[in-house]
């Protein structure tokens, strides 16, 4: 088992995912429980998590994501939508506002960590437009979608992309 240190330096954006490996129903639940397992404002876990398997249905994903076909060609896509109405009803408008988008980024960040802990990999795509991914999911009115986590065993390993030093990012009080 690898320590939470060695999981984080191994999380590399998976862009080209073996064809012939489907997720395991149980390492897709356990990345599941992870995702669920993260921290929220008041315990109400303000999101939603949309499996993606169908073919069709990721196919779409790509179109609202402006081409990037990795997500049609890994076997699984999370979809994490924030759901303010839900945080909006203990927290008033910054729950809406705030509370529920850093409940499901959270989540997503969980999940994408479970992920390399369970042997695959993964990649967090923003770049979409929300109203093609309402579309072509049937989302329920009020929900946001956030992040898109795409998931499958990988068929590369990319180089680790270049960090910031930790002095040009910390601040020292």
């Known amino acids: 088992m690898w320590d939470f240190f060695t999981t984080v ?3 590399h954006s998976i ?27 008041g315990d109400l876990q303000s999101y939603r998590i949309i499996v ?4 069709a249905e990721r196919q779409a994903l790509v179109h ?8 049609a060609e890994a076997p699984v896509c ?10 909006e009803t203990a927290f008033g408008e910054r729950g809406a506002k705030l509370y529920a988008i850093q409940d499901t980024t959270i989540a997503a960040a969980y999940a994408q960590l479970a ?3 369970a042997g695959m990999g993964s990649t967090w795509v923003g770049y979409f437009e929300e109203n093609k991914v309402h579309a072509a999911l049937g989302l329920e009115p009020g929900l946001i979608p956030l992040a898109l986590l795409s998931l499958g065993y990988p068929a590369e ?12 990012v910390v601040v020292w009080r």
Not at 78 to 87: E, G, K, N, Q, Y
């Open 15 to 41: 862009r080209k995912y073996q064809p012939d490996m489907p997720v395991e129903a149980t390492k897709l639940h356990a990345i599941l429980e992870m995702a669920c397992a993260a921290p929220s404002a």
């Open 52 to 55: 993606v398997r169908d073919q």
């Open 78 to 87: 999370l979809v994490f939508c924030a759901d303010p109405a839900r945080s």
């Open 157 to 168: 390993l990319p180089e680790p992309s270049s960090r910031r030093r930790l002095d040009e």
């Open 64 to 71: 609202a994501a402006h081409q990037q076909t990795f997500i």
């Open 9 to 11: 330096r191994h999380r």
């Open 115 to 117: 992920v390399v802990a």
